[in-house]
């Protein structure tokens, strides 16, 4: 995950997943096609392996990185996205462990592990501190690029994963990266995406992410459907802990929307608990029904 696409600023109360770094500069980069890979011992179509300097990290990036990093492990949004997300990753693989599988956006580099159930998992991301950070925890197959501009050759990856990166662009930028996941996919792989949902529910970390917009059902379904992809499920998340999210979201709409990071911040045991276990039985639900609304969207979407 490169970036939030809107948590509270209650000290611990998010709607997305905290940032690496502000995508303030997204747009400055987003449409490079130049790509650097980290110790990569593989190819995907013509790829080069050139980083120089990517383990400096100034202190405070380092230590921003280590707080997201270890929100990722324990905060409740987490593990509740987790839990939403692994049934779709189950249904796309159908079985498989031998996929080749592109995160794109992977931030710290987290979720790599996690698709590493299903095969050898790569991750892109534009912020050389995210990528940085990853190596350091041991990813390899990391590499410096643009969701807008993927740097792999057509039809090679089983499963695209994107999570809450497209909230940080406008609607042509998105249309060009689910274009990209959909050529870098094989006939009959599946798009595995998370959103920021509900416009009503921009905040201050909407500001820290650069989020860009918040989508609806339709209009994630119309954006999907545009870059040729079939929708096969396409549900709202978080609904348990929407009432919070969206009273957070008006108090802070009443004093204008600040920049803040202290979404970053892991809650108390128990109230980090009860919103853990509040999501466990979202995502038990989930199993069986489409949620009608929530402060986010996950869609698993194929290519025909």
Known sequence: MVGAAGGGSSGFFLAQAPPVTSIASTAAVAHTRKLRFINVSFRMGSLTSDVRGVNF????????LDATARA???HFWFRGFRRFVMPLLDRAAAGRRDLRILDCGCGTGNNLRLLRNYGTATGIDITFSGLAYARGQGERLVARAS?????FSDGCFHIVTSFDVIY????AMAAAALSEMHRVLRPGGHLVLNVAALPILTGNHSVLGGEVQRYTRKGLRRHLERAGFSVQRLTYTNAAILPLVAGVRFAQRLVGHRESNREMSVPSPPINLALSGALAIEAAALRVVDMPLGSSLLTLAVKG
């Open 57 to 64: 990290i100034p202190p405070l990036m380092d230590r921003l």
């Open 147 to 151: 969701a807008t501009s993927l740097p």
């Open 72 to 74: 990722e492990r324990r």
């Open 168 to 171: 940080a662009f406008d609607n």
